[in-house]
């Protein structure tokens, strides 16, 4: 149908990863490899020009000391800081493929002359609040931040109980 109302969704993961067997060209063989979801929908996106990507996770944003009395959600990022601070690296099987989907598309529409692209990560509850910022984190290139992050304001209670599920932190590093 021609009506504009159709969502495509593409890169999920599944399907039988194959190579070509070099003495053989047209002989396929199984390999172990993953499909990473994340990456697959970054380079999607830098190709079709898009002006952002929303990378939606069973979590919050970007945190820093996940877990931790004295942890913090990240409002706004740039890709140079969370590369700096290796934002995600402790998590190698969470946010990092995300954080580094995130900082791949940034950097890479950036450099093709889509100065305000921007990416965010956040929690699939709060898909409708994320892209105003209400919610998770965006990351995009913002001469304006000198630290290159704005801090979430951290919410005081006094049972200091963890966040109701939709606000649960994510790992980040």
Known sequence: PSDGNILPIACGGGGVPVA?????PSTLVGVEAVIDKDMCGSKLAVDLQADGIIILTD???IWERFGKPDAREMKVATPEYLLGTKAGKNFPGSMGPKIQAAIDFVQKSVAAGRTNAWAAIGDLRDASKI?????????????S????VVWREKIEDNDN?????SQKPHKSG
């Open 20 to 24: 070509r067997v070099s003495s053989r």
């Open 59 to 61: 979590g919050g944003g």
């Open 131 to 143: 892209i105003s910022n209400e919610e998770g984190t965006i990351i995009r290139e913002d001469s």
């Open 145 to 148: 931040i000198s630290t290159g």
């Open 161 to 165: 109980s963890p966040k109701p599920e």
